[in-house]
Structures are given as C-alpha cells and as structure tokens.
C-alpha cells in the first residue's frame, strides 16, 4: 500500500496521511485502525486536521468504515484503504540519465 502512495498525483499533506494509513493497512488495504491521535503524532498534523483530511478520504471513498458501531471519542475505527479513487502521477521516465535515476542494464 504505502509503495502505491508514492504512484499519487495528491497534495504533500494528504500523501503524508496516506502514506501512514497505508503503514498500518494489510497490504490488501484491510485492518486499517490507528487513533486520531496517533496518526496526529506520526504526521505532525492536528488531530483537527487528521479528522477533516479523514472525512474528505471518506467522502471520496478512499478511506472505508468497516464496522460502524466502534470508534468514538479514545476509540479507534476498523477501516479499509482504497487508493483506486486517486488520481496517478505521470510515470517517472526511468530511461532517462541524470535526472536522479539512472537504470543500470
């Protein structure tokens, strides 16, 4: 999952967020439920600014709820990471010398 995130043309603040729902996803994008709070501390974001950027993935079908009845206030949701909805980065032209990748053959 997180190695798709990278593949995202999104802005550096929702990639950051991706990027640690993705570190805690089963690499089929399952089992997705860290605290606010913790993904607060992991991004350097608020827990303001987790819950809205949260609530738009929701929004866009990016970010799933799987049980409905957890969560809560010190409580964590279940939730499944679906990053098909995002928009994708123009390939990195790997062919390409000097250009800070260079294929070897």
Known sequence: MMN???????PMTEAHLLLALADHADDDGNNV????GYLAWKTNLT???????MARFRDRGVLIPMDRESGGR?????YR??????PRKVPFPRERKGHGYSKKP
């Open 81 to 86: 990471l679906d990053l098909e909805p995002l």
């Open 4 to 10: 798709t995130v990278w593949s995202l043309d999104v």
């Open 47 to 53: 827990e303001r600014g987790v819950r809205k950027m």
């Open 74 to 78: 010190g409580r964590s949701v279940m």
């Open 33 to 36: 439920f860290p605290t606010v």
